[in-house]
């Protein structure tokens, strides 16, 4: 079933981790196997972000071992990025599992993360100047706790809650997708589709790869591959809805936008509130409402609609 939400300021920054750790606990009951964020804060001059997990937050169990393991690919990371021209600014550990990294680099993200993700058992879950990407086991208040997430400052956001159907319940599952290796991409998604394989596998002959066999991620790498090849994001979307196969409801995010679109057959759900200041949207309207003290006018978007938003 799953449950999506998005929210967008426009001109101000507020406090967007309480935000959507707000709506995404209001929609547990869609999915209570993982919960992600994608939170879009104030990019720093020349500074490029990282979010990366050493290993699945359940290989801990596996006692000492383990966790030397994840010791020994967090040191190879350090050593790799330093190796590669990488001036490291900071390194924090989120979790056990997991951590962030803000670095200076002029080079190619592209050879730098393939690089990175030679590691075995190392994925990076988002790079970008304002995009961090975060996801774990859990409901949204518990990844927001164990990532500190209350006081995340920034624009814009997207999030998911994700009932396992047809994958495993682990980290790499989760949602949201970031669009490998493009900086600031990512994507949330309600739905299935029906064409993934055969536009996947066009992609990867164009040299694209992917970390997990989900089309949420597929919608992610379509977007910015279009993007990447000139079109604006909302010429990118319009061309989605005509050659994405299957039904869907998805969000996505660049550095300052935010959009939506809907198949033609409009099957899953979304609602959305557009203010003068913010703009939400959710699979259900006690999301919005969760982050409202007063009354408001909420709708629900059209078949085939495509909404994009500035920042």
Sequence with gaps: MCGIAGLIH????????AEMTSMLQAMKHRGPDSTGFALYGEPKDHETVMRIKFAERDDLNSGFAMREKINNRRLEVTHRLEAFGVKLVSEQPATDYAHRYAFSFAGDLRKLADYIEDV?????????RGLELIKDLGDASDVAGRYSLASFSGTH???????????DVDIRSAHPYWAYPFEDISVVHNGQLTNYWTMRRTLEKRGHRFVSNCDSEFIAVYL?????????????MHRSVKELDGVFTYLVATSNQLGMAKDTMAAKPMVLYEG??????????????????QEIDTCDPYDGEVRVWQA
């Design 10 to 17: 426009r001109g101000r920054k507020a406090k967007i981790g």
């Design 120 to 128: 075995e058992g190392v994925e990076i879950l988002s790079m970008g």
């Design 224 to 236: 910015a591959d279009q993007i990447d090849h000139n079109s604006s994001l909302e010429e990118a």
């Design 276 to 293: 003068k200041d913010l703009i939400a949207l959710a699979s259900e309207e006690g999301a919005i409402r969760s982050i409202f003290p």
């Design 157 to 167: 956001a997207i999030g998911h809650t994700r009932m396992a159907t047809e994958s």
